[in-house]
């Protein structure tokens, strides 16, 4: 098992040392990023609006911290992207709504203010679907401008796998994050509900909702997801255990349960013979691989979860009556046509029927930690197939929406079998885990070119992160 390099992305926790002896500037690096941008955005749009005045005068900052040697955190000087649905104090927040055109919100959203403290440098906000649900916007696909770049994170996933920035900070409800990250070759992390900060992010479902983060390599995604953590900290959570600079070391898996789930008839064979190759791999790295067709208890697994996942979608629908019942009253059509149908699938939900929605959802936690004790990880599929042509349509949900629901970790992580040639570009692996998990304990989700997005989901039952 070797991993994938996307040649396009850029890494600034690499560079970090550089910095620190002089021998580059975080101000040098953001003129690279800047150039970058310049040339690829006209076709990848990844991009509702910029300041890269503010940028370079955060650059230079930066710049003069470490010639004094004393940068504020292993993210001073980095140039992120941010969402248009988190908020930023000196740009718009749109949602990619006209109901929001040109709004404020005045004040920068929880993640925002930790990075800024952290002495990070803010580059613009990227390109989301409609309030992260809705219709999708103009971004292309990183590497085949004719594909989607998955959503709802379209412009952070793009940017970063473009080589636009390092990092971008998302969102996912569903597969907002893991997949466009997939799609763009890219890595990416979804912490456990909650894990991250989401004060001042619009809301869209409470419970269903978290921060995604979307970088180049692991050490990027994890010196942000440290520092958003560190900085402001999270209501009724723990700092993320290992939190720091760089990525924990890693760790090599004993024992794997790959999941088929429902997502599985959606795949074409291409894909399934790629994943297979990734499999094949592993179990050359004498790493034992568990599944429906050699234990009884992951087959009984399979089925309550795919009899569960719709029922996150009614939690998604119900969780949506505030605001959403408010700006279709407000705005009418305005609002987009999928939104308009969850708000009136809410109005179908009891409470009692939300009651039972959750204590269900609970019950579905706890068969996934039984199902998973001894093994290290859950492995499967992070897209059912290729990005699908076009941009109306971001992709299916179906392998990711059953970790979101449960709120689960996922990391993405580029990965690629040795043994299998025919497999050339992009590749990733996501990591789920169901208690404290140090990221790169194991091989992280990785995705194989923008014609096929592969998942490694992995639940360790004593961590979460």
Request: hydrophobic residues 40%.
């Amino acid at each position: 098992m070797r991993r994938w390099h996307n040649l396009q992305a850029v890494s600034f926790a690499a560079l970090r040392q550089r910095f620190r002896e002089g021998s580059d500037t975080p101000r040098d690096f953001l003129e690279r990023c800047i150039a970058t941008l310049q040339s690829r955005e006209p076709i990848v749009r990844a991009w509702v609006c910029l300041d890269l005045e503010a940028a370079r005068r955060a650059a230079d900052a930066s710049t003069a911290r470490y010639r004094a040697g004393r940068p504020l955190s292993p993210v001073d000087g980095c140039p992120i992207g941010v969402k248009d649905i988190i908020g930023t104090a000196d740009l718009p927040t749109q949602m990619n709504s006209p109901a929001f055109a040109g709004w404020h919100g005045g004040y920068d959203a929880a993640p925002v203010h930790a990075l800024r403290t952290g002495g990070a440098v803010i580059v613009g906000k990227t390109v989301t679907t409609e309030f992260a649900v809705g219709y999708s916007g103009p971004t292309t696909n990183a590497f085949d401008p004719q594909r989607t770049p998955g959503g709802s994170s379209s412009g952070s996933a793009a940017a970063v796998g473009s080589g636009m920035v390092p990092v971008a900070l998302g969102t996912q409800t569903q597969g907002s994050t893991i997949r466009p990250a997939s799609y763009n070759g890219a890595v990416g992390y979804k912490p456990t509900l909650g894990a991250l900060p989401l004060g001042g992010v619009h809301p869209l479902s409470t419970t269903l909702d978290h921060l995604g983060i979307i970088g180049a390599t692991l050490d990027d995604v994890w010196a942000v997801a440290s520092q958003t953590s560190l900085g402001v900290g999270s209501p009724g959570h723990a700092a993320l255990p290992g939190a720091g600079a760089w990525a924990p070391a890693p760790i090599a898996p004993r024992r794997l349960i790959h999941l088929h789930t429902r997502g599985w008839a959606e795949l074409d064979a291409g894909s399934a013979a790629a994943f297979a190759s990734v499999l094949a791999a592993l179990r050359e790295h004498g790493v034992q691989i568990v599944d429906r067709t050699n234990d009884p208890r992951i087959d009984a697994l399979e089925r309550e979860l795919d009899g569960w996942l719709d029922e996150g979608l009614d939690i998604l629908a119900y969780e949506m009556r505030w605001p959403y019942e408010a700006y279709v009253q407000r705005h009418g059509e305005v609002i987009g046509e999928r939104i308009r149908g969850f708000v009136e699938r809410a109005r179908t939900i009891t409470p009692d029927r939300y009651a039972g929605l959750l204590s269900r959802r609970e019950a579905m936690r706890q068969a996934v930690r039984e199902a998973a004790a001894g093994a290290d990880a859950l492995i499967t599929l992070s897209a059912s197939g290729v990005a699908p042509p076009g941009h109306a349509h971001t992709g299916s949900r179906t392998f990711l929406a059953y970790w979101s629901g449960l709120g689960f970790p996922t990391f993405q992580y580029q990965l690629r079998p040795t043994s299998c040639s025919t497999i050339f570009s992009h590749s990733s692996t996501a990591l789920t885990t169901s208690s404290s998990f140090q990221p790169s304990d194991l091989p992280t989700k990785g995705y194989l070119s923008v014609r096929r997005a592969f998942k490694i989901v992995f639940i360790r039952p004593s961590q979460v992160v």
